[in-house]
């Protein structure tokens, strides 16, 4: 009995226990806590909202989501990017960095989306902007007493590197070069001096070494010519000074005929120094002059042929409108010489309305007090097709007259090919590329000059009309678009090299030496005491 009650009290026990411990068969009864509300996404802010952006230039969105909750967060790597023209502008899907394409005026809308949600931004192309200005030549050297024009290239935001007519130059030393508003630099006294080139408040520069080298020698070439009566011969005078530099002379020497009866020379003819009119049948010499220098003679004779026929190319040729083919003229002679007469034919077009072509060749050079020139340059034989149809292109002299046939027509571009004669440029040096273009109706044209021309990296290189510079080392990739939006293009990838070369060929030994190599020297120009 007494055992019975002990057991009875321990079950009582254990009970009591399980009950307080939640032991038991029931289980536990209690309500689960309850979890936060997720917030939900209800819109997408874009900044800039509203923005203009230079042709080729890039730039970096950020998207802020707002929740219902009122909360917001920086989504700009979780939502997709997008742009509605990819021709505009293109942005990466991720980052949602944009980059302009290269026609100003145009505009896209941009998109970040995160599922059904979606924010937009509105963005216009406007004209690329000058980044940097490089001058050319650099670290060269030039004699006292001479000129050496300069030149001023500007690269845009779009890729492209265009000449700078209006850059404002400065030289840094002026005892030892001057340099004018075009920038010609006239070296006045020997020592170094930096040329510098400035537009919108950026600037590039270069160095001139003025040396007190005299000049040497002055040799013409070639050496003998026969051409025919009213046929013109070109000769260059090329100039060695006693460091060794070399230079194109043509327009800094006199050119000196010994029979004006025979070859004809007048300082405001309409033709550039050294280019010379047979006028009168007989054999004479050249001569080319710079101070109390003279060169060695060079023999012209001019002969009595007659102009037999005049043959033109390209023959019956077709072109799409708004390219510019052209033309040369050969001469037969009645002694069965050839002469390439392109530039003293007289140039027509039977349809202006379908191409028109250029005649007569100018380039004037203006006496001032110095040895300078001006020009106003027409390249005969240069057509511009305007509309579809056929004309005949004639060329006339001394009575003979040659044509050829032009078809223009207007097909559709359907496909751009870039060639390149290599993969890689120097760094400083350039290297041009050529567009050709493909049409609807299987004919080809040169579009180089056409395209717009863009490079990915605008810090390792520049174009401007298919003629690449390198600027640093690296890949890029440069395209070639024609149509709005660039309906056409192709892409080439060039590497840019380092520059480090092996330094300049030592000048001539004193003493006699050849001729100069067939090269074109740096032209200069000497300033007349």
């Not at 280019?275 to 004779?301: Q, Y």
């Not at 100018?362 to 040895?371: F, K, R």
């Not at 400083?428 to 050709?436: D, F, I």
């Not at 080439?492 to 190599?517: F, M, R, Y």
Request: some cysteine.
């Amino acid at each position: 009995m007494q055992l019975t009650m002990m057991r009875s009290l321990v079950l009582l026990v254990l009970g009591v226990v399980l009950t307080a411990c939640g032991g038991g068969s029931g289980g536990d009864s209690s309500t689960p806590p309850v979890q936060p509300a997720v917030p939900s996404l209800t819109s997408i802010d874009i900044t800039p909202n509203t923005t203009a952006l230079p042709a080729g230039a890039s730039l970096a969105f950020t998207a802020m989501g707002n929740y219902d909750d009122g909360s917001s967060e920086n989504v700009t790597s979780k939502v997709t990017w997008s742009s509605t023209d990819t021709t505009v502008a293109t942005i990466d899907p991720v980052s949602g960095e944009i980059t302009a394409g290269a026609t100003p005026g145009m505009s896209t809308i941009i998109h970040a989306e995160s599922g059904t949600v979606v924010g937009e931004a509105i963005l216009t192309v406007t004209d690329a902007v000058l980044l940097r200005i490089t001058v050319d030549p650099n670290n060269v050297s030039t004699p006292e007493g001479f000129k050496r024009p300069y030149t001023a290239t500007g690269h845009y935001s779009n890729g492209n590197a265009l000449p700078l007519t209006d850059a404002t130059w400065v030289s840094s030393v002026p005892t030892v070069a001057t340099v004018d508003v075009t920038g010609v630099v006239t070296g006045v006294g020997t020592g170094v001096s930096t040329i510098t080139a400035s537009k919108d408040s950026l600037s590039g520069s270069a160095d001139l070494t003025v040396t007190n080298a005299t000049l040497l020698d002055i040799s013409i070439t070639p050496g003998s010519s026969v051409i025919p009566k009213g046929t013109k011969q070109r000769f260059k005078a090329i100039g060695t000074f006693s460091n060794g530099d070399v230079y194109s002379l043509n327009f800094a020497v006199s050119w000196v005929s010994a029979d004006t009866t025979i070859v004809a020379i007048n300082p405001l003819i309409l033709n550039p120094p050294g280019v010379f009119k047979g006028v009168g049948v007989g054999t004479t010499r050249i001569r080319a002059e710079l101070g109390t220098l003279r060169s060695n003679p060079a023999d012209i004779t001019i002969t009595n042929a007659t102009l037999q026929s005049i043959s033109v190319t390209p023959e019956n040729s077709t072109y799409v409108a708004g390219s510019k083919p052209h033309f040369q003229a050969m001469g037969q002679y009645s002694d069965n010489t050839v002469v390439d007469i392109t530039d003293s034919v007289s140039w027509t077009s039977d349809d202006t309305n379908v191409a028109t072509v250029l005649t007569n060749s100018l380039g004037i050079p203006t006496m001032s007090g110095v040895a300078a020139r001006t020009s106003v340059v027409v390249d005969p034989g240069l057509a511009t097709c305007k509309a579809t149809g056929t004309t005949t292109i004639r060329a006339k002299k001394d009575g003979v007259e040659g044509n050829t046939t032009l078809h223009v027509t207007n097909p559709s571009l359907q496909s751009i090919a870039i060639t390149t004669s290599s993969a890689s440029v120097i760094d400083g040096q350039t290297l041009q590329l050529t567009a050709t273009g493909t049409y609807t109706d299987g004919s080809t044209a040169d579009i180089t000059d056409s395209a717009v021309w863009g490079v990915d990296n605008i810090s390792i290189a520049s174009v401007y009309k298919g003629k690449v510079t390198g600027l640093s080392v690296g890949t890029v990739t440069v395209t070639a678009s024609v149509g709005s939006g660039g309906t056409a293009y192709d892409t080439v990838i060039l590497e840019v090299t380092s520059s480090s070369l092996p330094g300049p060929t030592p000048g001539p030994a004193p003493g006699p030496t050849p001729g100069p190599t067939p090269v074109d020297p740096p032209e200069i120009t000497w300033v007349i005491p």
